[in-house]
């Protein structure tokens, strides 16, 4: 019974840690979204090879958290093709985890 106790507590600190850990890392990558300091726009054309989509998912997706949220889906309807997909979920994922950050347009 007293294994039960300590592995729940255990279990309890480790969950903790890891949705703080995660929630700081999140919020990080938000807050720089969320100051203005960059545009959806300039988000995806900072990503080779799917520069060609920027226009497009600019319309349909107005704000960097949120483009932080979609999934492969709501891009397919957009028409991209997979291969652009996934190195747009990619990158938005190293966004996230703060690992990578997209060039900064010059002119607005």
Known sequence: MATTVLSRRLGVSLCA??????????SLSA???ASGEIRV????KSIKGVEA??????QAIIRVPTLLQTRSNRLK???IPCKQRKMLLRYTEKYRQGIWTPRMSTKH
């Not at 840690?17 to 999140?26: E, G, I, P, V």
């Not at 726009?41 to 995806?44: E, K, L």
């Not at 989509?53 to 600019?58: G, I, L, N, P």
């Open 41 to 44: 726009q300039d988000f995806v």
């Open 17 to 26: 840690r890891f949705y703080s850990a995660a929630a700081a890392s999140s």
């Open 31 to 33: 807050a720089a979204a």
């Open 53 to 58: 989509h920027a226009d497009k998912v600019a």
């Open 77 to 79: 309807k957009l028409g």
